[in-house]
């Protein structure tokens, strides 16, 4: 199909506040595998799909029962983002924070690959494995400040918070935890204020972060919807995307960023 690069390079360069929802597809082409595809790790393992919906239930049961077994599980999902290095996709929503044009992405990945690539200013909608969490005040810990393996050894977990002694959990939101408050009033910020939204590589069916396009496009006025997606989604179908570019977000990505750098520098 006609890809109408130059009409969705001009709404960038015109726009007041354009943001970012970036999802799985994003990270795949960092050889980062998604869940439900046709390779994911649920598709080939569905009795990981069922463990995982057990895994917040087990924490709020038992906090140091979960630690214990994070700590003796290994993540295939976690053996796969320690090696991914951010790929074109990456790279090119960081060109266009730079360039001053887009102002914020809120992605759906837990991998820290936007932060990686130059992101600034990035909102993690489902946490990031890099990070633990306190579930009474909602502060956020490097990983990596934390000697988790000690802690088991001396029967000292869960973690604790430095701030307020509550419990730490990992960052990442699991299964029918809720988003934490903070990120879904960043997030809801975020789409009031932009006029241009970009939908990179999501599959738009994970509430409720499927709902924010839908947010920006009942803004009065509008958000223009520009999404770029191997696949027609459920926004594509329901005419909430006025661009729907077809294809590999690491193809389309650096081609959008290079045509906004011609264009401002023109």
């Given at each position: 199909m006609n890809i109408p690069i130059d009409e969705v390079v001009e709404a960038l360069v015109k726009s007041k506040y354009a943001i970012a929802l970036t999802g799985a597809g994003v990270s795949t082409e960092?050889?980062?595998p998604d869940f439900r595809g046709p390779s994911?790790?649920?598709?080939?393992n569905p009795e990981a799909e069922r463990r995982?919906?057990?895994?917040?239930?087990?924490?709020?049961?038992?906090?140091?029962?979960?630690?214990?077994?994070?700590?003796?599980t290994s993540s295939i999902l976690e053996s796969y983002i320690e090696k991914a290095q951010p790929n074109p996709s990456h790279f090119a929503l960081a060109e266009l924070e730079s360039m001053g044009v887009l102002k914020c992405v809120i992605t759906q990945n837990i991998d820290g690959l936007h932060e990686k690539a130059?992101?600034?200013?990035?909102i993690e909608f489902h946490g990031s494995i890099y990070k633990l969490r306190c579930v009474d005040c909602g502060a956020r810990y490097?990983?990596?400040?934390?000697?988790?393996?000690?802690?088991?050894?001396e029967g000292k977990l869960p973690p604790i918070c430095i701030m307020c002694g509550g419990t730490l959990k990992p960052d990442v939101v699991y299964f029918t935890e809720p988003i934490p408050r903070d990120v879904i009033v960043r997030s809801l910020?975020?789409?009031?204020?932009c006029d241009v939204m970009l939908v990179c590589g999501s599959s738009l069916v994970v509430y409720?972060?499927?709902?924010?396009?839908?947010?920006?496009k009942r803004k009065v006025p509008p958000a223009l919807i520009i999404e770029v997606n191997l696949e027609p989604t459920p926004i594509t179908i329901e005419g909430i995307s006025d661009y729907f570019l077809q294809g590999r977000t690491g193809e389309i990505l650096p081609k959008i960023a290079d045509g906004v750098k011609k264009k401002l520098m023109s």
């Open positions: 960092s050889g980062i994911g790790i649920w598709t080939r995982a919906y057990e895994v917040y239930s087990l924490f709020l049961r038992d906090p140091r029962r979960f630690w214990e077994e994070y700590l003796s130059g992101s600034k200013n990035v490097p990983k990596s400040d934390f000697n988790l393996i000690a802690l088991r050894d910020e975020e789409v009031r204020k409720p972060a499927a709902e924010l396009p839908r947010l920006a």
